[in-house]
């Protein structure tokens, strides 16, 4: 069974970066696209970055366009989430999960972790 392991969140003012890390054990990571997804207090959990299992491939939210980037390293069984310029509403916890198969269509397919809090406030 693939187990991911998010971490990397933090506090950070608008207009700063975080690197989130999706750390994978138990299955290999090539196998699977993977998503990062997000989630604020009373709404729904939001994908907002997805890269297919070889990394040729990667899908961002329109809320997220041009400050985010994903990407992943196989050999280090780690995919990334690099978020520039974050704003208040970037605020909430993320967290990362496989899709069924190698490509991003379809919906989280594993189990879901804690996360990591991401909080953007002056």
């Known amino acids: 069974q693939l187990q991911l392991v998010e971490s990397g969140g933090g506090l950070v003012r608008p207009g700063g970066s975080l690197r989130l890390s999706c750390a994978a054990s138990?299955?290999?990571?090539?196998?699977?696209?993977i998503g990062w997804f997000r989630q604020v207090p009373g709404k729904e959990r939001e994908e907002v970055a997805c890269?297919?299992?070889?990394?040729?491939?990667?899908n961002i939210a329109d809320s997220a366009k041009g400050r985010f980037t994903i990407f992943r390293d196989n050999a280090k069984s780690t995919v990334y989430l690099q978020m520039n310029m974050l704003k208040p509403e970037d605020t909430a916890v993320y967290y990362c999960?496989?899709?069924?198969?190698?490509?991003?269509?379809?919906?989280?397919?594993?189990?879901w972790g804690q996360g990591t809090q991401v909080t953007v406030s002056s």
């Open positions: 138990g299955l290999p990571l090539d196998q699977y696209a």
């Open positions: 999960n496989r899709k069924g198969g190698s490509s991003c269509l379809g919906v989280a397919f594993g189990s």
């Open positions: 890269i297919s299992s070889s990394g040729g491939r990667t």
